[in-house]
């Protein structure tokens, strides 16, 4: 049975930054917050092959489909491009991830991370839309879509040859609208030109627009004693035409408690609130930051092992705060279980699977530098 994409839940549970307990996933966390959301009237999780080290996917099934009838939830997960060396890949992943989830079919399956150069050209080479087209005649897949980190001109020729999308994940919120490597503005008018649904990741780029310098946060809970800096964040995607689910990568209770009380009864921004976002955009893009979502594709296949949106975190904090102490305090425990910034070999694995396309290793020296390790 398909789906009607216009009527997906408004918040989707996002799975890559589970709760972790010593580097392992929080099971009975995890289940508290599913049953929270669940309860929410929301049912709508994204996982994906290579979170939390192909671990989210067992999370899933554990929390999540052994816990609630199949037909009360819908499942979403993706196909990595960098995992395909030859044709036979495509089929063991999805059947491992079949496995793994605990599940028949997925209601949602991406192609993921579609961009300029490799990830594109290896579903190209493989045929993998017409592979996805053939699980969902065989009642594996009910919708296929792709999740997008490329140019908008790309995005375009691949609607143009896929024409069989059915929806399209893009990376949106507003700090990236004008940013010259994103592009979130141009791909969602693309998207929203041609009757796309869009599913919105990183809405608040990676907990950046959480945590607010003290003078836009003033700003905000002036106009809006009663809701978190956080909550504009997801008002603003929320209020944009053809935004089907707008993915949140919750780690805690607290977090699911705010974004249920933002998409219950959910309030779109005013003429007035959407000013004010402008304003903070434009303070916030006068501020050097670099621009890391934390999504930790770059952690997995460090030869160094070091915790890279660690180490970029307290170089922003450090930017923002360069008297808060704290900042150095945290990144000498940090390197105490995890790689220094100066220990970067410079092996180019990291930028090779940035979504943001940034330059880790430049980057890392700088990091290095300021830190003194």
Not at 137 to 162: C, M, N, T, W
Not at 305 to 327: A, H, K, M, Q
Request: net charge negative.
């Amino acid at each position: 049975m398909s789906i009607d994409l216009t009527k997906m839940p408004k918040l989707g549970f996002g799975m890559m930054r589970l709760p972790e307990v010593d580097g392992v996933i929080d099971h009975e966390h995890v289940c508290r917050m599913v049953d929270k959301y669940m309860k929410s009237g929301m049912n709508y999780f994204d996982t994906a092959y290579v979170y939390h080290g192909g671990k989210s996917e067992v999370a899933a099934r554990e929390a999540l489909v052994k816990r609630y009838p199949r037909d009360s939830f819908m499942i979403a997960t993706k196909l990595p491009a960098w995992e395909i060396k030859k044709e036979d890949d495509i089929e063991r992943i999805f059947n491992e991830q079949l496995e793994r989830c605990g599940v028949e079919y997925f209601d949602l399956y991406l192609l993921h991370s579609i961009e300029d150069g490799n990830n594109y050209e290896t579903y190209e080479k493989y045929d993998c839309f017409s592979w996805g087209l053939r699980k969902k005649e065989a009642g594996q897949i009910r919708h296929l879509g792709f999740s997008y980190h490329g140019s908008p001109e790309l995005l375009v020729e691949v609607l143009d040859k896929h024409p069989e999308v059915e929806f399209v994940q893009i990376q949106l919120n507003y700090l990236d609208r004008s940013n010259p490597v994103v592009r979130s503005q141009e791909l969602y008018d693309i998207l929203a030109e041609r009757n796309i649904p869009i599913i919105v990741m990183e809405p608040i780029r990676g907990g950046m627009l959480a945590n607010m310098p003290p003078e836009i946060e003033t700003k905000f809970k002036e106009r809006r004693p009663d809701k978190s800096v956080a909550s504009w964040a997801l008002r603003f995607v929320g209020s944009l035409p053809g935004v089907m689910t707008i993915l949140s990568g919750m780690s805690t209770e607290e977090q699911m408690d705010d974004n249920i009380g933002t998409f219950t009864d959910f309030e779109p921004l005013a003429e007035d609130e959407m000013k004010l976002v402008d304003e903070a955009t434009s303070e916030l893009l006068s501020m050097p930051q670099i621009g890391c979502t934390a999504c930790k594709y770059c952690c997995d296949g460090c030869p160094m092992g070091i915790s890279i949106p660690d180490v970029f975190r307290t170089i922003n904090t450090l930017r923002r705060y360069p008297d808060d102490w704290r900042s150095k305090n945290f990144y000498s425990g940090l390197i105490t279980r995890s790689g220094k910034a100066s220990d970067c070999i410079g092996c180019g694995q990291c930028e090779s699977v940035c979504p943001q396309h940034l330059p880790i290793i430049e980057l890392l020296k700088e990091a290095a530098e300021i830190l003194g390790q």
